[in-house]
């Protein structure tokens, strides 16, 4: 029982080598591009810029610590202040050039509603750069 030719183990259609042409035309095409890229790239425009002797701005920016304690107490850069001080004190600070970043830290045990207020205070004071400061977790 034969079946025609297609049961034949003959396998004189099938290609056992690859056809390499369009690998080498392709690499030919990109090295022409890079031939003709390369020389434009390093033809650069001299410019004679002139010299000018200046010192680098080394300005750290400014900030103002602000700590809210347990008990609602609010020290400003490590002085107790009470509302009054501490309106005073926001205004000084917001007129300053260039306006300093208010570093908040709050205690863990303090209301949520003191530390409202000293952020208000700030608000309405003028000062518009407020940072939060926090302890990282330890593991």
Known sequence: MSMSQLDSDDDDGLMNEINMTPLVDVMLVLL???????????????????????????????????????????????????????????????KREPQPELRLRADRAVRYERVAQVMAAAQQGGL?????VTEPRSK
């Open 32 to 94: 022409i591009i890079f031939l003709v890229t390369i020389p434009v790239m390093n033809n650069a425009i001299k410019v004679d810029l002139p010299r000018a002797s200046s010192q680098p701005l080394d300005q750290k920016p400014a900030f103002v610590d602000v700590a809210v304690q347990a008990d609602g107490t609010v020290v400003w850069d490590k002085t107790p202040v009470n509302d009054a001080a501490l309106d005073l004190r926001i205004a000084e600070a917001a």
């Open 128 to 132: 518009s750069k407020i940072g939060f």
